[in-house]
């Protein structure tokens, strides 16, 4: 079955070992129309973290996150293709996830290790990433490498520090989206 209209608001994480959102691994009945706003992480591993590997199949798409505050972190965006954990050895190596559409807009960070770590699946990208409006202070010993991306595709909008080659620059004035209709169900 999968995880559907989702809305995470007003969240404050405090989480040294793990993401204050993270979506996967576990997706066999796939993950779709999430919004996240008004979150607060602080000394958190990443601000949102989407995990899978091929074996998982399924998909994480349409995924909008805005109006993020993060304190002390590792990194802020991570997104990993190579999530090499299954629960059993019946899993299907042929079944590869899609990840698509993820939005991020609206994010202010410091004191951060590392801007992002997007690595997508060899052959099978993540693809339609927008990130816009982000602010990344970096701790007094960051890495060298800003921003890690691989296999992935996508746009980018007023980011600092700057992002990698494969997001893009818009101009200044583009903002991802983030839906403003209510979802038609009731959420629980």
């Known amino acids: 079955m999968p995880t559907k209209q989702l809305v995470i608001r007003r969240l404050t994480c405090i989480s040294p070992f793990s993401a204050v959102i993270a979506l996967g691994s576990e997706?066999?009945?796939?993950?779709?129309?999430?919004?996240?706003?008004?979150?607060?992480?602080?000394?958190?591993?990443?601000?949102?973290?989407i995990?899978?590997?091929?074996g998982r199949g399924n998909y994480v798409k349409d995924i909008?996150?805005?109006?993020?505050?993060m304190k002390t972190m590792k990194m802020v965006f991570w997104m990993a293709g190579n999530y090499g954990s299954h629960p059993d050895n019946d899993y299907d190596p042929n079944a590869?996830?899609?990840?698509?559409?993820?939005?991020?807009?609206?994010?202010?960070?410091e004191n951060?290790?590392?801007?992002?770590?997007?690595?997508?699946?060899?052959?099978?990208?993540?693809?339609?990433?927008?990130?816009?409006n982000t602010t990344i202070g970096l701790?007094?010993?960051?890495?060298?490498?800003?921003?890690?991306?691989?296999e992935i595709a996508g746009v980018s909008s007023n980011v600092t520090p700057q992002p990698c080659n494969l997001l893009t620059d818009q101009g200044p004035d583009n903002a991802c989206n983030f839906p403003e209709d209510s979802f038609t169900s009731a959420i629980v």
Request: aromatic share 4%; glycine share 8%.
């Open 27 to 49: 997706m066999s009945g796939g993950i779709e129309d999430v919004r996240a706003e008004d979150i607060t992480g602080i000394n958190s591993e990443s601000a949102v973290r």
């Open 51 to 54: 995990k899978t590997a091929v």
């Open 64 to 69: 909008y996150v805005r109006r993020m505050t």
């Open 96 to 109: 590869i996830p899609v990840i698509q559409n993820i939005n991020f807009r609206d994010v202010v960070a």
């Open 112 to 132: 951060v290790t590392m801007a992002a770590r997007l690595e997508g699946i060899p052959g099978h990208p993540f693809s339609g990433i927008c990130i816009s």
């Open 139 to 150: 701790t007094q010993k960051p890495k060298k490498i800003q921003w890690n991306c691989t």
